[in-house]
């Protein structure tokens, strides 16, 4: 009598169980077979987990900050050292390709590339690794919407930080270290497609050519014992995703 009353017991526990993990087993799963979701998310412009997208995105850097210092030898055969840090606002334009892959629904890792502008006249073609989050507007994959009924896509909200390196094209030397963070509202278009607006803020670490004024003449790079600037700037850009 008390087996049967423990079995009874323990099948009434498992079943309350199964029935509370049942909208969390949902939400992992989706709501049917992987291909099904997918079709699913690519109304909502999101391709599935585990496929490959591009990316295009253009648009434009106000350069506001820039902080260097410098050590070189002048033409008379001494040390000349010196350095300052000024506000000295300058529009750049820049635009970028990228591969990604989609961890999630929600995260992608991606690497871009192409041409950019860090200060005036001083452009890089950076090669960065960029991870994006989105962390609200994503369609509920525990909800099935009634057959024939429209899907109402949302406005999705994201979050992503990229770093990598820049290689120097002109009035620059070497390596460009880049970082940067940002906010931005993608909507959906369909068929795995979308469309971003971004805000981001970029820190370029860098090492420019030195003039000298006094001899009049750029300074030849092996005279040069040192030359770092970190510059900041603000970016409001657009960007495709399919």
Avoid: C
């Avoid at 526990?13 to 992987?34: D, M, Q, Y």
């Avoid at 452009?123 to 690794?129: F, Q």
């Amino acid at each position: 009598m008390k087996s049967r009353s423990f079995h009874i017991i323990l099948f009434l526990a498992v079943e309350i169980l199964l029935g509370l993990l049942a909208p969390v087993r949902s939400r992992a799963e989706g709501f049917g077979t992987k291909g099904e979701n997918d079709q699913y998310y690519r109304n909502f412009g999101i391709k599935g987990v585990g496929r490959f997208s591009w990316g295009l995105e253009w648009g434009s850097t106000l350069s506001f900050y820039d902080s260097g210092s410098y050590i070189f030898m002048a033409e008379e055969g001494f040390a000349v050292e010196g350095g300052e840090t000024i506000i000295n606002p300058h529009v750049n334009a820049f635009a970028l390709i990228s591969l990604g892959y989609n961890a999630s629904y929600n995260t992608r890792i991606s690497l871009g590339t192409g041409w950019q502008g860090i200060q005036e006249g001083k452009r890089i073609i950076p090669l960065t690794a960029r991870i994006t989050y989105v962390f609200a507007g994503l369609p509920d994959p525990a909800f099935t919407p009634e057959e024939g009924s429209p899907y109402v896509p949302k406005t999705q909200h994201f979050v992503f930080f990229d770093t990598g390196a820049g290689l120097s094209q002109s009035q620059l030397h070497g390596i460009t270290l880049l970082a940067k963070a940002g906010y931005g509202m993608r909507f959906p278009l369909g068929y795995g497609m979308s469309l971003d607006t971004i805000l981001s803020f970029q820190l370029s670490y860098a090492h420019p050519e030195i003039y000298d004024h006094f001899a009049d003449r750029k300074v030849p790079w092996s005279m040069v014992g040192k030359s770092d600037s970190l510059y900041m700037g603000a970016s409001l850009s657009m960007a495709v995703n399919f």
